[in-house]
């Protein structure tokens, strides 16, 4: 089962940047990776996914290593509204299970 | 639209006693799939269904069942609940199941307390 690995907590100041990194070191060729954030008392909501290339959307950016064994969800000014735990997860070849850890939990200081 | 609606919200059980936590999506969707989360522990795939008929067990289906008769809807059904199934239940759905691809809607969650 392919699994990944996020800092437990992070901290960014408002209005600055926030570059939240994950390892998928065992991730297959056919695996995309989601990134999905939660609020707090909330569902999880999708935020980005992407396969080789970097990714952009009106949420945030997705930068892929090249060997994609890790990967960056950049948020370009961390607003308070983006404190939540940020997963990041593989999809499996089937499409059909999705693999949650245990996320960066984002605490954004005003 | 309404989006994945779960209920109840909230439910109490006693050990041993049955119930079942309802999900129901009016987007179409043919992916349909029921999460746990715990502290600490991230969400875990209890169960999925690819279609209407076509169940499959995820990470932790034991003390679970589930049926799709319906596209809409995929309720999960604790038979004998356990104080170990106390947890936040999370129903998500998806339009597509092509590889890699499409997005999960989830609900607001189910908090369900086993005493």
């Known amino acids: 089962d392919a699994k990944t690995t996020q800092p437990n907590s992070m901290e960014s100041n408002e209005e600055e940047p926030v570059h939240l990194p994950c390892n998928h070191s065992?991730?297959?060729?056919?695996?995309?990776i989601h990134w999905y954030r939660q609020l707090p008392s909330q569902g999880p909501e999708y935020v980005i996914h992407?396969?080789?290339s970097n990714v952009n959307n009106r949420m945030a950016s997705l930068a892929i290593a090249e060997d994609r064994k890790s990967s960056t969800l950049i948020l370009h000014r961390a607003t308070l509204r983006d404190a939540a735990v940020y997963y990041c997860?593989?999809?499996?070849?089937?499409?059909?299970?999705?693999?949650f850890g245990t996320g960066t939990s984002l605490t954004v200081i005003p | 639209n309404a989006g994945v609606t779960q209920t109840p919200k909230f439910q109490v059980l006693k050990t041993g006693q049955s119930m079942t936590l309802q999900c129901a999506q009016d987007?179409?969707?043919?992916?349909m799939s029921w999460y746990r989360q715990d502290p600490g522990m991230g969400l875990r795939l209890i169960h999925y269904s690819v279609g209407a008929g076509i169940t499959d067990q995820g990470e932790v289906p034991n003390g679970y069942n589930v049926s799709r008769s319906t596209t809409e809807d995929f309720p999960l059904r604790l038979l004998s609940a356990a104080p170990s199934q106390t947890s936040v239940y999370f129903c998500a759905s998806s339009y597509s199941i092509i590889r890699g691809t499409g997005e999960l809607f989830f609900g607001e969650g189910s908090r369900l307390t086993v005493l």
């Open positions: 987007m179409n969707h043919e992916y």
């Open positions: 065992t991730i297959s060729g056919t695996d995309y």
């Open positions: 992407g396969l080789t």
């Open positions: 997860i593989l999809r499996d070849d089937t499409g059909n299970q999705f693999y």
